[in-house]
């Protein structure tokens, strides 16, 4: 059974920085796509970043430029590294996998198998 466990959510202030995780257990497949989502109160949830097997990425043009995916194979983690947060950045995150995929879906596809229960981002101004 797939296990998906992010942290590292916290309240930091506009132009700080934050890291999440999201721990992936329970899988043995070398083919997949890993995801952040993010969903802020009162809106819809939507990706901002993907990652695949191969290491090809894809991030939402609102986080372009501030946030890195990345994956370490041997801890079966994947981290979205956030930088110069606004307070449009505010929002529940939570990662995703999918391991039918070999290639990530577009953005918009948010038909994941496996998903965490989210951790909070709040930046203030």
């Known amino acids: 059974q797939v296990h998906v466990v992010e942290s590292g959510g916290d309240s930091v202030q506009a132009g700080g920085s934050l890291r999440l995780s999201c721990e992936i257990s329970g899988y043995r497949y070398w083919t997949y796509c890993l995801a952040w989502f993010r969903q802020a109160r009162g809106k819809a949830r939507e990706a901002v970043a993907h990652?695949?097997?191969?290491?090809?990425?894809k991030y939402t043009s609102s986080v372009r430029g501030r946030f890195t995916i990345s994956q370490d194979f041997a801890k079966r983690t994947v981290y979205l590294q956030m930088t110069d947060l606004k307070s449009d950045d505010s929002a529940t995150y939570y990662c995703?996998?999918?391991?039918?995929?070999?290639?990530?879906?577009?953005?918009?596809?948010?038909?994941?198998?496996?998903w965490g229960q989210g951790t909070q981002v709040t930046v203030s101004s």
């Open positions: 990652i695949d097997g191969d290491g090809t990425t």
């Open positions: 995703a996998a999918d391991f039918r995929m070999t290639v990530c879906p577009t953005l918009s596809d948010d038909n994941f198998d496996h």
